[in-house]
């Protein structure tokens, strides 16, 4: 099975920098993504990590260790618009092909003045 | 391009009725995946399909039926629905299997069962 954990709820404030963490259990990762959700809307795709490392895009970062089992997402210079949950997912090799990806409950971000 | 569209976007149904959700994705993605998303819970996968005329369980696949008849489109049926399958539901595609390929999603039905 699988066990993907993050922090339920967490607020900041705006211009700062937040980092939210994932850790996982599982057989098989083949990747780790992360999404971002805005309230009644759909998730849209942040960063995507395979090997250990940082990745930057922007204001965003993702940072992976595969032997760790965690990963944490970097938003700097925050803005009232970061406030949204940040999904974790972990791909995993399956049988039956597809990109199937298993989420984490997500992390209600609220950015405050 | 429109994405991924999914119809109907809000619908209430009684227990026992039974209703079909659609989903579609001009993207010629391959890969398309229905989801469940509860408070709580997490994006849940229902049924995904690797390719037209293919279909496979996800995690939470009981209760739900699906079809891919075209490669464009992927139905999700609910065939005796039950207030537990209250959610709000996600189809997402994907281009091919390559790890890197992100999934694009839908805006989402919301479902009420009473």
């Known amino acids: 099975g699988q066990n993907i954990d993050q922090p339920t709820e967490m607020t900041a404030t705006e211009g700062a920098i937040v980092q939210i963490n994932c850790t996982y259990q599982?057989?098989?990762?083949?990747?780790l993504f992360w999404y971002q959700q805005h309230a009644g809307e759909a998730p849209t795709f942040l960063s995507y990590?395979?090997?250990?490392g940082l990745e930057e895009k922007g204001r965003f970062s993702s940072f992976l260790s595969r032997s760790k089992g965690y990963s944490y997402l970097l938003l700097k210079e925050l803005q009232m618009k970061d406030s949204a949950s940040y999904l974790c997912?972990?791909?995993?090799?399956?049988?039956?092909?597809?990109?199937?990806?298993?989420f984490g409950t997500g992390t209600q971000l609220k950015v405050e003045l | 391009n429109a994405g991924v569209t999914q119809t109907p976007k809000f619908r209430v149904l009684k227990t026992g009725q039974s209703m079909t959700l659609l989903c579609a994705q001009d993207?010629?993605?391959?890969?398309m995946y229905w989801y469940r998303q509860d408070p709580g819970m997490g994006l849940r996968l229902i049924h995904y399909?690797?390719?037209?005329?293919?279909?496979a369980k996800g995690e939470v696949p009981d209760g739900y039926n699906v079809s891919r008849l075209k490669k464009q489109n992927f139905l999700l049926g609910l065939e005796s629905a039950a207030p537990s399958q209250t959610s709000v539901y996600f189809c997402?595609?994907?281009?091919?299997?390559?790890?890197?390929?992100?999934?694009?999603f839908g805006p989402g039905t919301r479902l009420t069962v009473l």
């Open positions: 399909s690797v390719g037209e005329g293919t279909t």
């Open positions: 993207m010629n993605h391959e890969y």
């Open positions: 599982t057989s098989g990762f083949n990747g």
């Open positions: 997912a972990v791909r995993r090799v399956g049988t039956g092909g597809g990109n199937k990806l298993t």
């Open positions: 990590n395979v090997l250990d």
């Open positions: 997402a595609s994907s281009y091919s299997s390559d790890s890197n390929n992100e999934q694009f």
